[in-house]
C-alpha cells in the first residue's frame, strides 16, 4: 500500500480493505477459471469477461 494512505488513514480495517479486495478478486479469476465461467470486470468503462478477455456487448433493443 502506498505510504500516503498510511500517513492518512489509522483504521486497520481501512487499512487492510484493499489486500482483502485483492484476494477476492484473485480467488473469483481462479474459480472462474476451474469452471470455465465469466469473471466480469469493469475496465475503462467497459464489462470484459478476464478469463478471455472479450467484451460484454449488450443486446440492441428491438425497433417496434
Avoid at 492518512?8 to 480467488?27: E, Q
Avoid at 475503462?44 to 425497433?63: C, F, H, Q, S
Wanted: charge should be positive.
Amino acid at each position: 500500500m502506498n505510504n500516503t494512505l498510511d500517513r492518512k488513514v489509522s483504521d486497520p480495517d481501512v487499512l487492510g480493505s484493499l489486500p482483502a479486495l485483492k484476494r477476492a478478486a484473485a480467488h473469483a479469476h481462479e474459480r472462474a477459471e476451474r469452471t470455465q465461467t465469466p469473471c466480469w470486470v469493469m475496465r475503462n468503462g467497459v464489462l470484459i469477461d478476464a478469463r478471455t478477455g472479450k467484451a460484454y456487448l449488450p443486446p440492441k433493443p428491438e425497433k417496434r
